[in-house]
């Protein structure tokens, strides 16, 4: 008899079904094989046959496919310990039906050894030659699966096949008595392992290729493999996270159309295949697309926000801005924009930006400038602040020792106290002395300051009082020059002598209203204006001093027009003067504001003003007159240019109402009183005053 040999019976089980690619490879001196319904076509050696005894060689015998799945579990146990799993090692590795057409699998490799009470080895009944047979059980567990193999011997198994990155648990035992057990758990290769990458369908990723039209943009998915499923992103990439986007799923090539307004430089595109851990391919393609570029400059918008004591401002946009934030100032609304020295931050991804110690101030905008040019600008003004045009911005830096310097900016420049004038000409440095006495008395607007540096500080100065100041004794003597001029041509002229008689004895003090005032409001509008000053010139012969506000002259220059405004209308309830409430489009539509804050609830003035019309003159009047007509005191009287206002306002109707220029008469009988004698002057002084008012239309 021959020395002992080995025998090993492999049986694959799972599912009842046949894996023809499974293989089975045994070591050297181990005889082994795959049992199962199906392995007719490999039929076991006869181990009567010569030789069967003998350990074969290396060649003596190729992989074995499995043939067949059966149920695992139905061997009967062995008569003695027989063979033991010594070491079970999982590798990975691939199954391929073609060169690119491979699935992920776990390669199971198992030592064998006889067991300690084995003794000496015995032939199973039949097998001859003392040969020591067993069966040998491999179970892979995933989660929606398992299979069973049972072999004998140093054994390679090729192999169990899963889902890809799914974990897979193989157990190793026989059927020897005791049956030990050898367990191990591996997870399959996912696509991140280097040979899957190429070999897996489900692993390849599409190729994105992006066509670009005057209309639309089309995404081409191309190289995608038929039959798996995958998906199409579309997202903004921001700093401060990708937005939402939108996801298209499909299984083949793909065209996706998207209309140019929505083409913007931070769109990319991400694709993966549907499986778990995919890997995934991006790319942003119009990074570089100088129209996408200009697109979303002109989707973006650049906002200020004034805290009181700071200015901040906050810039949206659907991408991410490379641009910096640059202060600075302009006078004039349609004049340059000077930038301001030592403010200019980067444009920050999120959230408003503060310049710090950087006061509001009506001639203050801001900038966002890329590459060289400004795209943005916002300022103050255009968020209901006046502008003050007359207003200097002056520079305050630190010298040596720390001697402060004051110099003007204008014109991309700062330019010396000691060489700026006004206006461009004139003595330079006539100005200076004054600047330096309202920069020490705080009479100038400290717009920023910095405590360490070179500059110091940003002072907005007024120039309005200097150069009403400059040019009062000029107007003067031009005005006095032409009088005298016109005078002189006028005495020539015989029927003027007697005007001037009437006109004297008209303004004399004998005059029918003489010593009595009168304080016309009228909202600041051509059409307003002149009839006011008709109207003023009106009352003139019949003794009345009349007051036309919004005005005043130097006076409300140098107080301010509303305390002007406010002084005259007290002075008038002292005094018992009449208030002319002159109603044109403007005022009229000022009044009715009230209405309808009446109608709302509102009560107590004209919330819902904003903008210009909260700060005209008439429309702060009326918040003084209106109280006191609803109280009954003071003398109040209404008069509406007919041609324009058809109808009195609700909340003036309590006053005496006129129509200009039809009801002219009454309106001067009821300011100079009525009389025999007061009738001729005020007959004159009513056609002056409808001729005025016709020609004024």
Known sequence: MGPPGLALLALLAAMGRCAPRDTLACSQGLACRLLGKCRAAWPPPDPRRRGAGRPPGPTARPPLPAEADVLCGPEAPGPGPGLVPARLRLEPALRCAGAAACAPCLRARLDLALGAAAGPPRAPPGDGDGAVAGILLLSGHAYSWSRCVAVEGSVTFQCFEAALGSELRVTAYTNARGRPRLSRSRRVPDCSWPAAQAAVPQCRVPRLQVWRGPAVAVVQVQEAAAGHGYTLRLYHNRSRGAGAGRAV?????????????????????????????????????????????????????????????????????????????????????????????????????????EFKALRPHPNLCVQARSGGQVRLTQCLRDRALPGRADDLLLLESRGPGGNASLCALERGACTPLASFTSTGAGRPGLLEPWLRQDVAAGQCAQVWR????????????????????????????????????????LLKQEDVKGWLKTLRAGCSPQGPARGRRALVLHAAEPSAERAACALAAALRPLGLAAAAAPGGGTAAAARGPLPWLHAQHRRALRGGDTVVLLLSPAAAAAARRWDRDDEDGGGDGPGGVEGPAACEAFAAALACVLPALAAGSGRYVVARLEAAVPAVPRALRAAPAFALPSQAPALLRALAGRGRRTEPQVARAAARLRRALAGGQ
Request: hydrophobic content about 45%; overall charge negative.
């Open 249 to 353: 799923t499909a299984s083949g090539p793909l065209n996706y159309s998207l209309p140019a307004d929505e083409v913007l430089p931070c769109l990319c595109l991400q694709v993966w295949p549907e499986i778990q851990d995919p890997p995934r391919a991006t790319s942003c393609p119009f990074s570089r697309d100088a129209e996408a570029w200009e697109r979303l400059w002109a989707r973006s918008r650049l906002l200020l926000h004034d805290a009181g004591d700071s200015l901040t401002c906050s810039v949206s946009a659907p991408c991410d801005l490379p641009a910096e934030l640059v202060p600075c100032w302009r006078p004039e609304p349609a004049g340059p924009c000077q930038a301001l020295p030592q403010l200019r931050q980067p444009l920050a991804a999120q959230g408003p930006q």
């Open 450 to 489: 910095q405590e360490n540096g070179t500059v110091a500080a940003l002072w907005a100065c007024p120039l309005h009082k200097y150069l009403h100041a400059r040019w009062a004794l000029a107007w003067m003597a031009a005005l006095l020059c032409a009088t005298c001029i016109l005078l002189l041509l």
